[in-house]
């Protein structure tokens, strides 16, 4: 069957009038060509695993650097239609549609003018009507507290049951897929905080439930030490310095969190620090007669 196209773009001249009797003027146009004269079509159809068309469904067409040259909508009876995709090869069709997995890649190739058909059958997402749960773990500063872990817990009228565990990654994320409609809720630890608890609730499906979880710091099961030693201009020890240590915020604000003296030797300790961003501020004071 033969295709036919049109040679250049459609174009219009300018607007001139005739005013005078036996007048004459003169219309030009330029026309460029066409720059799909050349191009080929892809049509086809998407259809379910029953064999039911899937109106508007996604249908899209990358080239071998995954950049898209194309995409579309099917219509109410699952037809789709690229008219213009230029001749080539290594190109890959996909589709998907809401309630579908994305389809497998199916290559192709396209000459000059070339005309194809491509249909898909698309797979029921089983977990599409499943939820997620997403959230954050920050300590009382809102800095992230990686490799905390959390617990997820399935709550019944007869008991509750641990479903799954996962870490925080290290900005303190983490996810909980594929999630049906219920009660739950998270059991959330980490070194050197107390554990937090936080209810969940998923009413409908699909839904994206975030949690935003802040552990207290337990000093005593803390493992970190900051120690140093205060001197003057001339490098010599200050004994009963002041030294106040101060916790840098995520607006690098200073919170002053502890207070100590040095001994004799000018040294100072703070033991059970939780992890973060620190520093001291120091001064001694002397009674002047």
Excluded: W
């Amino acid at each position: 069957m033969s295709i036919i196209k049109d040679e250049f773009i459609p174009g219009q001249s300018v607007r001139k009038k005739i005013n005078g009797i036996a007048e004459t003027i003169r219309l030009d146009l330029s026309l460029s060509r066409n720059p799909h004269i050349n191009s080929g079509m892809v049509t086809g159809t998407i259809r379910d695993e029953s064999g039911t068309p899937v109106s508007d469904a996604v249908v899209i067409i990358l080239d071998a650097t995954c950049s898209l040259i194309e995409n579309t909508n099917t219509d109410k009876n699952g037809r789709y239609n690229f008219s213009f995709i230029p001749s080539g090869s290594a190109y890959r069709a996909y589709a998907q549609a809401p309630g579908f997995l994305l389809s497998d890649a199916i290559p192709f190739s396209l000459g000059l003018n070339q005309r194809i058909e491509i249909d898909f059958t698309l797979i029921s997402d089983n977990a599409d009507t499943y939820s997620i749960i997403a959230g954050e773990v920050v300590n009382a500063y809102g800095l992230p507290i990686k490799s905390a872990s959390v617990e997820l817990y399935k709550v019944t009228q007869m008991d509750t049951k641990l479903l799954v565990l996962t870490f925080s990654n290290d900005i303190g994320q983490f996810v909980f897929r594929d999630i049906e409609s219920g009660s739950y809720f998270l059991k959330i630890n980490a070194t050197g905080f107390f554990s937090e608890y936080y209810p969940v609730e998923i009413i409908k499906p699909r839904s994206i439930c975030q949690v935003n979880a802040v552990l207290k710091e337990d000093l005593k099961s803390s493992k970190g030490i900051i120690l140093g030693v205060i001197s003057d201009c001339d490098e010599m020890p200050l004994a009963n310095a002041d030294v106040i240590l101060y916790r840098v915020g995520t607006d690098k604000s200073l919170v002053p969190v502890a207070y100590t003296r040095t001994n004799h030797e000018g040294i100072y300790l703070f033991i059970n620090v939780p992890q973060g961003e620190y520093m001291v501020n120091s001064n001694r004071s002397i009674t002047v007669v």
